[in-house]
């Protein structure tokens, strides 16, 4: 991706998300508006293009479009940038008198400078400057298309058989049933009542929070008595707390506790659950305690599966994420963005964590009534007396992830680790070259630890 776009995609993601937008097939055309400005804004030659003073244009709809160029050094690009909107609800949604590019149903249109020739258009089909779909320039007869959520591709180089200038000036609705058999267009259209038990629990949890603190390897058993995990001895009162396992269990603890009325015993949940290692592992497993992490996360998922769901989805097979939603991403390389690909759902290991944000993205699509415990692992040599010991896949830490849309449809990511509220940043720059197994937890909207 040239340094240009890197700048541009930097500055779109900058700043706060706000819109209540409406589905994809009604959002308001301005292909006439994009017709009547073709001449003088995408066909002109460049130094004409780029000397036009900024200009706001009101649509047959009441909607304003803000008409604009940014200038790189051997591209430049034309926005067409509807007003971006906020209200109580989508009735009472009013202007804003903001224009960031990215509000919904903006269009960005880039060209090269020496020649003027379009190398690329960007839609933006919800109010969210991390999700677009985008038409490249192929040939005379064909463009190429991709749909990008935060950085990933859910495809990627589609053949549409129209050239990119045709695009130009084309309806939505016509590009969108060009590409319908090929463009998984849910990801584009969250409904945000769909999340209002998954909001309820994060509030639920937030105001038990405050009370906890961390201690390592503390746990609450099925007595309600603050333990250690290791060994089940008590924990002295005046410093007793949870650990990042602990407090996971504390978490599931509140979704089972209304419904079975009791606490999980801690024994079983250390128990090895599913395939997971080696001939060559198992003789680390004690030395090492490789797998705790994901045998933990796994019998906790279990547990609330075949409770809260029924006993026929307390197997790995129901409960594990396994999805392969996309198949390459934008990695930050010195300033330029780079495509790599993006292998998914590796055994053994999980999800490499840098495509973690827009895996969970599609799973709050997909599964609007879930949310996720993470075991993050990674290769480790640990010293001991022993000689010779390997370097193996040791998975250290849990944490709660819960993605989401708010009221106003805006993506958010809650992070629940050791006993305290987290930011998904700060998990997720943590834990560089890390992967993470994820398995799925039934959201109830009756949370009491």
């Known amino acids: 991706m040239p340094k240009f776009f890197v700048i541009l995609f930097i500055f779109f993601i900058v700043g706060p998300v706000f819109s209540f937008d ?53 591209e430049f690009i034309v926005l067409f940038s509807r007003e971006l909107t906020r209200g109580a609800s989508i009735s009472e949604r009013r202007g804003t008198g903001q224009f960031p ?5 903006s269009w960005m ?37 991709d749909a990008v959520i935060y950085g990933a591709f859910l495809v990627r180089s589609v053949p549409v058989a129209v050239p990119l200038d045709r695009i130009y000036t084309m309806q939505l609705n016509d590009i969108l049933r060009l590409v319908e058999n090929k463009l998984p267009l849910r990801y584009f259209e969250a409904d945000p009542a769909n999340y209002r038990d998954t909001r309820r629990f994060v509030e639920q949890v937030r105001t038990h929070t405050n ?3 961390f201690a ?5 058993d099925e007595n309600g008595k603050y333990v250690f995990i290791a060994t089940n001895n008590e924990q002295n009162p005046a410093t007793a707390g949870l650990n990042c396992s602990g407090f996971v269990k504390w978490l599931i603890d509140g979704i089972l506790r209304p419904v079975s009325g009791k606490r999980m015993p801690i024994a079983p949940l250390k128990a090895p659950f599913g395939e997971r290692g080696s001939s060559f592992t198992v003789n680390w497993e004690e030395r090492r305690d490789v797998f705790f992490g994901l045998d933990w996360i796994r019998n906790l998922a279990s547990e609330a599966n075949g409770t809260l769901r ?20 934008l990695v930050n390389e010195n300033r330029t963005f780079v495509t790599h690909n993006y292998p998914g759902f590796l055994a053994e290991a999980g999800y490499g964590i840098e495509g973690l944000r827009p ?3 599609t799973l709050a699509i997909d599964e609007p009534y879930s949310f996720y415990l993470a075991a993050v692992s990674t290769e480790i040599s640990t010293p001991t007396s022993i000689r010779g010991t390997p370097r193996l896949r040791q998975y250290y ?12 449809g805006n993506f958010r990511i809650t992070v629940f680790e050791s006993a305290t509220e987290t930011s998904f940043n700060s998990f997720r720059n943590r834990y560089p070259g890390h992967h993470v197994n994820l398995v799925k937890i039934p959201v109830s909207p009756t949370f009491d630890p």
């Open 22 to 74: 409406l589905p994809v097939s009604r959002i308001s055309d301005d292909s006439l508006l994009r017709l009547r400005l073709k001449e003088t804004w995408i066909t002109e030659t460049s130094g004409r293009t780029l000397s036009q003073p900024s200009r706001t244009e009101v649509m047959e709809s009441g909607e304003r479009v803000h008409v604009s160029t940014i200038e790189g050094r051997d």
């Open 101 to 105: 590019g990215w509000a919904q149903g």
């Open 109 to 145: 249109i880039t060209r090269r400078k020496d020649t003027g020739a379009g190398t690329l258009v960007r839609i933006f089909l919800r109010s969210d400057q991390n999700t677009h779909i985008q038409f490249r320039h192929f040939d005379d007869e064909k463009c190429l298309m």
């Open 211 to 213: 009370s906890l603190r």
């Open 216 to 220: 390592d390897d503390g746990a609450i």
């Open 310 to 329: 029924s006993p026929s989805y307390s197997s790995l097979e129901e409960f594990e994420v396994r999805s392969e939603n996309f198949s390459g991403i």
């Open 359 to 361: 895996l969970l993205y």
């Open 397 to 408: 830490h849990v944490a709660a992830l819960v993605p989401y849309f708010d009221e106003q």
